[in-house]
């Protein structure tokens, strides 16, 4: 099954040119670790997943590219063509010359229904070149203009025009210490929105990742395009094809489909959080090695303590006692609470690993069968030269505070109506926001009380 | 891409704008080897066929054959306009730019903004209308005045009012240099209060310049380049003041170095609409996120550095010199300070090898010691353009929304009164057709009124911060 990726403004092209980059560079490495026959299985799904066969031979990206302004896309297709290695066909991008100026109502009212059409038949075309359609992956930040605001947009109209499909999308969240001063009410119009057209939303926060590459990855001056290719890595070890539970011996026929059913039981849970383990720089990669129980001991913490890397993590944090647990003491302890939980293996000697661990009741909610919370998939290919690694997919408070603090933020500046006039002039009324204010008060609730 | 439109209007507008075109074409020069009209090219130059002429048609792409600026130079004297057009600028202007006239504004703000106003309506449209034409996209007009004088701000204003008519949904940019208390024209507090009011009914943004500040900023780089203190030789094409690498190869005029740094300002403004980067930063966004309310649209610019020294290697520390240097007094291009006012939103735009960690770890460090106003704690806009200015490695402009303009507006409103108490030199105003006395009242209420909107939010700062109390959602 054929994903498209629909990259929407600076960051979401940005970041797609890495992904696809991390996607060719890993099935064309020799480190698979694996038989021929499981590599070629592997590279032949990933390249029906997220590549098109042109008779050039030069893997073709399953990507529409759309921006508001041309210098970004302009470098993103040609840093691709450069590589050699595949590219963003020459067809497949919309862009205008304006820029939506940082302003969501801008993206939402006004280029999305005037650029609505082209856009969307874009997308089509692209969709119409798979075979089968596993559904959209979007990504955007939701700080600025146009992957915020367009962004919204689209995703309802790929929602309208494609109401079978399954719609991921792929949200970057700002630095805290703005890269955007009306970055907060940017983030809450853009999530109340997708909340209401996505099927989940997976999200990346600026500074996790970049906490990350300074602590990990042990990056000097680290650089935007670094910020993005740990994301790329992130997001490779879960798209990357992967034998689902039921699957039998192929690889996952469904891989978006899959993603939605484990995770996202109830409509009012749709934020996903997503950790990685281990993480390190590529030098370093040929003197570690690490044991799966290792890895899944260090996972399964950073999920209880809500630890954003390997390094740091809380090991005080303990799951309550069942009979006693009640929301308030879960927050005393910080106990992060899941409602569904996904761990991705892949490498040497995945199928006997333990995850016995992940499966204890008292990480869950009680509102679900602990057997139906928690997944694994796993693969014996090892990805982007990792000999061992894990990611984890996780529903659960994970990214309460941080959507607490932005809410609290953007209701501070609402309150003394600092910068509406520039959203009014758009087309957006003041109720508009006070509605997307209540959703989002009612999500942070629901996951405040699991 | 989006187009910038700069007009030069008056004296002082065009001597910065000569210095401004000069510029941009070295800056363009240093980045374009291989003489290719680019998209960065394109915002601020057509490229024209000349074999048929002036009125040759535009080539979009290819090899560069002959540049002509995308703006008007209007002055209603014909000294510095005539100067350009004798001068190595020469080929880049026409007659389609220029509005001109012979006999001047007599410094008088009515004369400027009623009579000429008035009379060049049609042929200011007319030219506008047909500059526009050739803009694919436009998304900023810049208007480059004085607001002492008459033309630049008499008449400088009459055409922000029309470029709000003509053309509603395109950004208002203006550069206004304001006159100085010992300024030798005795009526500029009038003409400037007069163009205040229209500057805060229809302009955008301002960017309020003191030629003070700029004054002290010459003498400084003086002092540094000629005191032997600094260890190795300083890059001549670095300075903020210099024309070096530029067309300009007569005897340098005296506001020469002083209008360099105010085109520099431009060019760094403009920088990440034209050239790429990791963070793109356009002007419409400088507007929307440092703007929170319509009437407190004037931003306090710095640039830094003021130049560059040879060796290559840049440590860190020297990186963070530079984010210090934009938040100190003498740095601001107006008698400010910024760090002990109140900040509504502040703007960094850094340009060449700078990432986004440099960007951050200055801001921990820096924010601390500002004073943000209560909802807006976080206010920091922030651009990553890769390509430097000429002879840096690395650059940075500040702009900022400070309570600390509240001064400057004071002792304008200040200089007003004094002579309007006394009604000096008011009947060389009031007998020109279209002026009453009540222009000047509504002028001063206007200024009052901003002055009294930054004491509101001055009068908050230290305050208790009381968040206000969240929506309540049942469970």
């Keep these: 099954m054929s994903i498209v990726t629909v990259q929407l403004g600076q960051c979401g092209n940005q970041i797609g040119h890495e992904v696809f980059s991390a996607l060719c560079s890993d099935i064309r490495g020799t480190h698979g670790l694996c038989s021929k026959k499981e590599n070629e299985s592997y590279q032949d799904s990933c390249k029906e997943r997220f590549f098109c066969e042109e008779e050039s031979g030069v893997p073709v990206a399953r990507a529409v590219l759309v921006d508001m302004e041309p210098k970004v896309i302009s470098q993103t297709l040609s840093m691709a063509a450069r590589s050699g290695h595949w590219k963003y066909s020459s067809h497949s991008h919309f862009c205008q010359k304006q820029g939506s100026g940082n302003n969501w109502a801008n993206g939402y009212f006004v280029h999305g229904p005037k650029h609505k059409e082209a856009i969307v038949d874009l997308v089509q075309k692209e969709a119409e070149k798979c075979d089968r359609l596993g559904g959209f992956f979007t990504i955007m930040s939701m700080a600025g203009g146009t992957g915020s605001g367009l962004g919204a947009f689209v995703t309802q109209c790929l929602r309208d025009a494609f109401p079978a499909s399954f719609i991921l999308n792929h949200v970057v969240w700002p630095y805290g210490t703005g890269e955007v001063i009306v970055q907060n009410y940017n983030s809450v119009l853009t999530l109340s929105h997708l909340y209401h057209s996505s099927d989940a939303l997976l999200v990346h926060e600026n500074d996790v990742i970049h906490k990350i590459c300074a602590q990990l990855m042990n990056i000097k001056q680290i650089s935007f395009r670094d910020v993005n290719q740990v994301i790329a890595h992130q997001l490779g070890s879960v798209f990357q094809p992967t034998h689902t539970a039921g699957g039998g011996s192929g690889y996952s026929r469904n891989p978006l489909g899959d993603l939605m059913e484990t995770l996202v039981p109830h409509p009012e849970f749709r934020m996903l959080g997503l950790r990685n383990i281990p993480q390190m720089p590529e030098s370093s990669l040929p003197y570690s090695t690490f044991s799966w129980p290792g890895l899944i001991k260090h996972l399964r913490q950073m999920l209880i303590a809500n630890a954003q890397m390997e390094e740091g993590i809380d090991w005080q944090v303990r799951p309550p006692h069942p009979g006693s647990s009640i929301p308030s003491t879960n927050k005393a302890l910080h106990f992060n609470t899941s409602i569904a939980n996904l761990v991705i293996l892949r490498g040497k000697d995945v199928h006997g690993v333990d995850l016995g661990s992940f499966q204890d009741p008292s990480l869950y909610t009680s509102w679900l069968n602990p057997q139906d919370a928690f997944n694994a998939w796993k693969t014996p290919r090892a990805f982007n030269k990792y000999e061992k690694s894990a990611a984890l997919v996780s529903n659960s408070q994970f990214l309460l505070k941080p959507l607490d603090s932005i809410v609290g933020k953007a209701w501070n500046m609402f309150a003394s109506k600092a910068y509406l006039h520039q959203y009014t002039k758009f087309g957006i009324q003041e109720e508009d926001f006070l509605d997307c204010f209540t959703t989002l008060e009612q999500v942070i609730s629901s996951y405040t009380n699991l | ?475």
């Excluded at chain 2, 694919?136 to 009459?158: A, E, K, V, Y």
Aim: net charge negative; hydrophobic share 35%.
């Design chain 2, 1 to 475: 891409s989006a187009l910038s439109l700069p007009f030069a209007v008056g004296q002082c507008g065009n001597q910065v704008g000569c210095r401004f075109w000069d510029l941009a074409l070295r800056e363009h020069a240093a980045v374009n080897k291989k003489g290719i009209y680019d998209e960065a090219l394109s915002s601020f130059f057509r490229n024209i066929d000349t074999r048929s002429g002036d009125n040759g048609p535009d080539i979009y792409k290819g090899k560069i054959c002959s540049l002509k600026a995308r703006a008007l130079l209007i002055d209603m004297e014909e000294g510095v306009v005539n100067e350009i057009l004798q001068g190595p600028l020469r080929d880049v202007f026409d007659s389609k730019h220029l509005i001109t006239d012979v006999s001047g504004s007599g410094n008088n703000w009515a004369v400027g903004h009623k009579i000429y106003g008035c009379q060049y309506r049609e042929n200011i449209v007319e030219k506008l209308r047909k500059t526009a034409e050739h803009c694919d996209c436009l998304q900023c007009f810049f208007i480059i005045h004085s607001m002492g004088g008459g033309t630049g701000s008499g008449l400088g204003t009459f055409v922000l009012n029309l470029l709000e008519e003509e053309f509603p949904e395109v950004y208002r940019f203006v550069t206004s240099v304001y006159p100085s208390g010992e300024d030798d024209v005795i009526t500029s507090p009038y003409n400037s209060v007069l163009a205040m009011k229209e500057l805060n009914e229809h302009a955008d943004c301002v960017l309020p310049i003191e030629n003070e500040s700029l004054f002290e900023i010459v003498n400084k780089i003086h002092q540094m380049t000629n005191s032997g203190k600094l260890g190795s030789t300083v890059k001549q094409n670095s300075l903020v003041t210099s024309s070096a690498g530029s067309t300009k190869t007569l005897q340098a005029k005296p506001f020469d170095t002083m209008n360099n740094i105010v085109a520099n300002l431009l060019l760094n403004l403009t920088s990440s609409a034209r050239f790429e980067g990791s963070l793109n930063m356009d002007l419409n966004e400088i507007s929307m996120n440092l703007v929170p309310f319509p009437r407190l649209h004037y931003l306090v610019s710095s640039l830094t550095p003021l130049y560059t020294l040879a060796d290559v290697n840049v440590p860190s520390r020297r990186l963070d010199q530079m984010f210090s240097d934009a938040f100190s007094r003498d740095h601001q291009l107006i008698q400010a300070d910024p760090k002990h006012s109140l900040y509504l939103a502040c703007a960094l735009l850094v340009r060449g090898n700078v990432q986004v960690s440099d960007l951050r770890r200055n801001i921990e460090r820096l924010k601390p010691s500002l004073h943000f106003v209560s909802w807006n704690q976080e206010g920091w806009k922030t651009g990553l353009c890769s390509v430097p200015p000429v002879g840096h490695s690395h650059s940075l402009l500040a702009l900022a929304n400070n309570t600390c303009v509240k001064p400057t507006f004071i002792e304008l409103k200040d200089r007003f009164m004094k002579l309007y108490k006394k009604k000096a030199h008011l009947h060389h105003y009031l007998q020109i057709d279209g002026m009453e006395q009540s222009c000047f009242s509504e002028a001063i209420s206007s200024l009052s009124d901003l002055i009294e909107e930054y004491n509101e939010l001055d009068a908050t700062k230290g305050g208790p911060r009381i968040d206000p109390s969240r929506l309540k959602i049942a469970v």
